[in-house]
């Protein structure tokens, strides 16, 4: 084969890639407007578009064509003739190719439906705290979701084949031997937080309408770094960001009268994730070189956003300064005391409300649960009296009703299995990140005083955005910090931050 016939080989393959792409975000168009605009009786409909769609794509995904020419691909790879980034390519895309194929269509299809149905019920489930609702939907979407998890196989939990696609080369195994030696030091942390001086946390309950709300988060969404011009914000029941393209990237976050510092932060959260979306390499939309490496590193963007910066004591003064805000809440506490209010730890109900402390603890939770659910350990109908149970064990909280516990992520409606370790790791990954660009940017801290935020864009972007999905997260990580990752950064973070809160001795 000459080389000109594998370079028009080789641009066939990614064109069908990205082929691809476009329709996954037509789709994604789709399922945006079902969270954040679509009239509830639209959602019948909705859920046989996606289903169409979920087919269509599944299709060419799967064709024998598509195969071929992957085929022949990676014969140039293994005869040396295709290397560098086109070989990460191609070895990517045909991973894909392969799990793909292991799933029928018709599989794919009664997921999409399922999981398009079943969004509706769960808002009204939730909104009615009931979770007898929810129930048929979700016995559905789990059967679908354990079928599908043995169709892939993988040797060990059937849960690894869902884990896999959310952070790849990650298994149930390795999951419980970071998060237990994890949670039991978050554990014993917590209760030597108790023996510190706590804030007072009634001050972060700062009364403000949705439409005060709304201002104050597209103000801090531009001021971290959100291109309006290729983005937006709205509202959701569930704050989330959906990327169509670097070009157009949508996030979403949610107005809470009673308090203002939820959506402020929620917004901020989601527009960390949109930063990375929005940087990456446009010209590559379709193949992995412009995709993001994984959900964990596409979390440590939004929890080091959200939390390693946003509730910095730099940025802490910076919002507490923002004139609107004193305009439209007058008698906040003075800059020392809003830091530690921002940084109060309190066991609590809500995951995307829990403070950095013992958010891991909230995920661990969710973590053992959808194990049990893959694996058979546990049924779905008996969800609302396990999670109450563990929410008790490991946060020490009761659930007065099943919106505030079983009820309140979106994920589950949406067949996110596999998703929420993700959330722990993108913290571990985020505290290692912290630390490096603390070491090689000696200005981060006076920028992030000032409100200035392009030196730590453009290091992110030469460490972790840039690379899109052509590095692994192992290898972004310890490219970016000199050491492999580990949960040993979060927990130096942690001490040393909240002994300064809590002024512990």
């Not at 884990?163 to 999951?175: I, K, R, W």
């Not at 590559?284 to 910095?312: D, M, P, T, V």
Request: a negative charge.
């Amino acid at each position: 084969m000459s080389k000109q016939n594998l370079r028009s080989l080789y641009q066939q393959f990614v064109a069908r890639l990205r082929e691809i792409a476009l329709l996954s975000s037509a789709n994604n168009i789709a399922e945006y407007d079902m969270e954040v605009f679509m009239p509830p009786a639209g959602a019948a409909s909705r859920s046989d578009v996606a289903s169409l769609l979920a087919g269509i794509i599944h299709a060419k995904r799967t064709s024998a064509a598509f195969g071929r020419l992957g085929e022949k691909l990676l014969a140039a790879i293994e005869a040396g003739r295709l290397a560098g980034p086109e070989a990460v390519i191609v070895r990517r895309a045909m991973a894909d190719f392969e799990r793909s194929r292991k799933l029928p269509k018709r599989l794919v299809e009664e997921l999409a439906k399922a999981t398009g149905a079943a969004h509706h019920v769960w808002v009204e489930a939730r909104k009615n705290a009931d979770f007898s609702l929810f129930l048929p939907s979700l016995e559905k979407i789990v059967g679908l979701k354990i079928e599908e998890a043995g169709a892939i196989g993988c040797g060990g939990s059937p849960y690894d084949a869902l884990l896999d696609q959310y952070e790849p080369g990650m298994t149930a195994v390795l999951v419980t031997s970071v998060f237990q030696p994890l949670c039991d030091f978050l554990k014993v942390f917590v209760r030597r937080l108790g023996t510190g001086d706590a804030p007072d946390r009634s001050l972060s309950r700062i009364v403000l309408p949705a439409e005060h709300q709304a201002e104050i988060s597209v103000w801090a969404a531009k001021l971290i770094g959100l291109d309006f011009n290729a983005g937006r914000l709205d509202s959701s029941a569930h704050p989330f960001t959906s990327r169509l393209h670097p070009g157009d990237v949508r996030i979403t976050t949610r107005y809470e009268a009673s308090d203002l510092l939820s959506s402020v932060y929620s917004t901020i959260h989601e527009t960390g994730h949109a930063l990375y979306e929005q940087a990456l390499p446009a010209d590559q939309f379709g193949n992995c070189a412009g995709e993001a490496a994984s959900y964990g590193i596409h979390e440590s963007q939004s929890r080091l956003w959200e939390n390693l910066i946003g509730r910095s004591r730099p940025f802490s003064e910076v919002l507490a300064e923002l004139g609107f805000l004193q305009a439209f809440c007058p008698g906040l506490p003075d800059k020392d005391e809003f830091y530690r209010v921002i940084n109060t730890v309190t066991p609590s109900l809500i995951r995307v409300e829990a403070d950095e402390v013992t958010y891991n603890l909230h995920v661990a939770l969710r973590f053992e649960i959808e194990c049990g659910l893959i694996e058979g350990r546990i049924a779905v109908r008996d969800l609302p009296e396990i999670w109450n149970a563990k929410m008790s064990e490991y946060l020490g909280v009761e659930v007065p009703n099943d919106g505030a516990g079983v009820l309140q992520d979106v994920h589950w409606s949406g067949g996110l299995f596999g998703y929420f370790p993700s959330y722990a790791l993108g913290n571990l990954y985020s505290a290692q990140l912290l630390e490096a660009a603390e070491r090689e940017l000696p200005d981060l801290w006076p920028d992030v005083r000032a409100g200035k935020f392009a030196g730590l864009r453009a290091w992110l972007n030469d460490k972790v955005w840039r690379h899109g999905g052509l590095l692994t997260p192992v290898e972004i990580i310890s490219s970016a910090t000199g050491t492999a990752p580990s949960a040993d950064a979060f927990r130096r973070y942690l001490e040393r931050k909240y002994a300064d809160v809590y002024r512990l001795k």
